[in-house]
């Protein structure tokens, strides 16, 4: 079935240095991936996003690029600060109609003074 | 922007007994309404899409007998968890698709604490 891997499950990184997660999606006819921040017992914040029109999006310290041909996309934060830590999540429109909105597995970042 | 009330945002039941999750579009009117649940450590999972005046939709896997949506109204749809079991403990969350909220129009309720005991 249709579905969005993401990979690493956890990312533990000193204080400064950058973070990179990666997903695949299986539907080709998705057309937005966007990237979502996660604390514990809260709900998703959309932290940055990208159309299928585009191949890169960057906003201050996050980036996010996307291959459609490959069918991946991937969040790229520099910089990382303590409070970059959260478990992130990327997510794509599945089937029905391009709207059911398909989340990763996610991943524990850690950032480490 | 938009905004989509959830509540409660905890409760706590005891087994057999049944709980209505609420989630109201404030400002927009929700013609689609995504149900998610969430197990600890785990990934936002969808069980169901519910569309304002039809039946609901389910994902497989899914008790459309246990898990009861409903969408009478544009801005309303609820999650009622019938007969909970402690199984049934979980993080629901809904999100609606908007055509003017943030994010290309997914705007998510601030979730729901179930604790079934």
């Known amino acids: 079935g249709e579905n969005v891997e993401q990979h690493p499950s956890t990312l533990s990184v000193q204080e400064g240095d950058s973070a990179v997660i990666k997903c695949t999606y299986s539907?080709?006819?998705?057309?937005?991936f966007p990237w979502y921040k996660q604390e514990l017992g809260k709900r998703p914040q959309l932290i940055i996003d990208i159309r299928s029109n585009v191949g890169e999006k960057k906003d201050q310290r996050i980036a996010v690029t996307l291959n459609k041909t490959a069918k991946h996309f991937s969040l790229h934060i520099t910089e990382t600060q303590p409070e970059d830590s959260a478990v992130y999540f990327c997510?794509?429109?599945?089937?029905?109609?391009?709207?059911?909105?398909?989340f990763g597995t996610g991943t524990q970042l850690k950032v480490e003074l | 922007g938009a905004v989509v009330s959830q509540h409660p945002s905890r409760v706590i039941c005891k087994s057999g007994t049944s709980v209505k999750i609420e989630c109201r579009s404030l400002d927009f009117q929700a013609t689609t309404m995504f149900w998610y649940r969430q197990f600890p450590k785990q990934s936002l999972m969808l069980m169901a899409t519910?569309?304002?005046?039809?039946?609901?939709?389910?994902e497989q896997g899914v008790e459309k007998d246990k898990f009861l949506i409903n969408h009478a109204s544009l801005t309303l749809s609820t999650l009622t968890v019938t007969s909970a079991h402690p199984e049934d403990s979980s993080f629901y969350i809904c999100s609606a698709k908007t055509d003017s909220g943030q994010g290309n129009g997914y705007t998510f309720g601030s979730g729901t604490r179930l604790t079934v005991v």
């Open positions: 539907d080709s006819a998705s057309n937005y």
């Open positions: 519910s569309n304002e005046g039809s039946k609901a939709t389910y």
């Open positions: 997510a794509a429109p599945l089937g029905g109609g391009g709207n059911k909105l398909t």
